[in-house]
T-cell receptor, first 109, second 115 residues
Framework: GQNIDQPTEMTATEGAIVQINCTYQ??????LFWYQQHAGEAPTFLSY??LDGLEEKGRFSSFLSRSKGYSYLLLKELQMKDSASYLC??????????WGAGTKLIIKP | DGGITQSPKYLFRKEGQNVTLSCEQN?????MYWYRQDPGQGLRLIYY???????QKGDIAEGYSVSREKKESFPLTVTSAQKNPTAFYLC??????????????FGPGTRLLVL
């Protein structure tokens, strides 16, 4: 079957760094997406990885290891506005996204 | 302004009533999707359409219907057969490329509540 595993909730301090992990099992693989979703709002696209390694985009970076079925999202210099849920979504062999329940990130001053 | 619009933002349904959620995009995207989101769960795919006049069932299509008569529009009808319709409904669109991989962009969502 297809499965996504992310921590349900994480807490971090403003200005710090946090790493949100995601492990996945899918039928085939065509890359992995990360989305940010603020409470009551729609998800917004953050990053896409299809090859192993780290992709950096400003304060946010995303890492992928296809052999391990593992990805992480790294958020640096945390700001209060980063309080949100972060959704990991690998794409299967049918090019359909498989969505995790998301990790709720709480930023404290 | 290019984007995806959904209306209404909140919708109330009475027992036995069909309701239609609107989704419009002016991004010239080929593919459109409907998801349902419940608290503590991942997004679940209801229906998707890759071209006009064609659509496919997702994982939880029962109790829902769609149409794709225009590229810009992909309305979702929640029928009375859907016994637990209370949820946050999200519409998304994406450009279909030759690689088969596209990024989905979401509308603001419609929250459906049953009276």
């Amino acid at each position: 079957g297809q499965n996504i595993d992310q921590p349900t909730e994480m807490t971090a301090t403003e200005g710090a760094i946090v790493q949100i992990n995601c492990t996945y099992q899918t039928s085939g693989f065509n890359g992995l997406f990360w989305y940010q979703q603020h409470a009551g709002e729609a998800p917004t696209f953050l990053s896409y990885n299809v090859l192993d390694g780290l992709e950096e985009k400003g304060r946010f970076s995303s890492f992928l290891s296809r052999s391990k079925g593992y990805s992480y999202l790294l958020l640096k210099e945390l700001q209060m506005k980063d309080s949100a849920s972060y959704l990991c979504a690998p794409m299967d062999s049918n090019y359909q996204l498989i969505w995790g329940a998301g990790t709720k990130l709480i930023i404290k001053p | 302004d290019g984007g995806i619009t959904q209306s209404p933002k909140y919708l109330f349904r009475k027992e036995g009533q069909n309701v239609t959620l609107s989704c419009e995009q002016n991004l010239n995207h080929d593919a459109m999707y409907w998801y349902r989101q419940d608290p503590g769960q991942g997004l679940r795919l209801i229906y998707y359409s890759q071209i006009v006049n064609d659509f496919q069932k997702g994982d939880i299509a029962e109790g829902y219907s769609v149409s794709r008569e225009k590229k810009e529009s992909f309305p979702l009808t929640v029928t009375s057969a859907q016994k637990n319709p209370t949820a946050f409904y999200l519409c998304a669109s994406s450009i279909l490329t030759s690689t088969g991989v596209e990024t989905q962009y979401f509308g603001p969502g419609t929250r459906l509540l049953v009276l």
